[in-house]
């Protein structure tokens, strides 16, 4: 690390730095940028858990997971779930399904998933 790096981290915004963190995190995996996620496309996207909250659907309690890789962020939602060991806030997740467009987010309704250990 150089000196114009160490000046360029003192500089920079912390969100800034997170993100390029994650970035680097989770390149080379084969996956898809959460920023690059379409629609109604199956995707491989992976990212850090950012929060979790478990809301109703229908009656029916749905664990919400919040996954964000420094490009965008994601939610995996697993019906029926109240939670899932294992998925804890700043885990390393790799979540695979089809994304479609829910109230401004990007929803995955029960995706496959991976942890990935620190």
């Known amino acids: 690390m150089g000196i114009r790096d160490i000046a360029r981290r003192f500089k920079a915004d912390a969100s800034d730095l997170d993100s390029e963190r994650l970035q680097q995190r989770f390149n080379g995996l084969g996956l898809t940028p959460i920023g690059e996620l379409a629609c109604r496309e199956r995707a491989r996207v992976g990212g850090e858990v950012k929060r979790m909250t478990v809301a109703p659907r229908q009656g029916i309690p749905s664990f919400e997971v919040v996954v964000g ?3 965008g962020t994601a939610v995996a939602v697993f019906t029926g779930r109240r939670s899932i060991a294992g998925v804890e806030n700043g885990r390393g997740i790799v979540i695979e ?6 109230r401004g987010r990007r929803i995955m309704l029960n995706p496959a998933y991976t ?4």
């Open 97 to 102: 399904g089809v994304a479609r467009e829910e």
């Open 69 to 71: 890789d420094g490009t």
């Open 115 to 118: 942890l990935i250990s620190s």
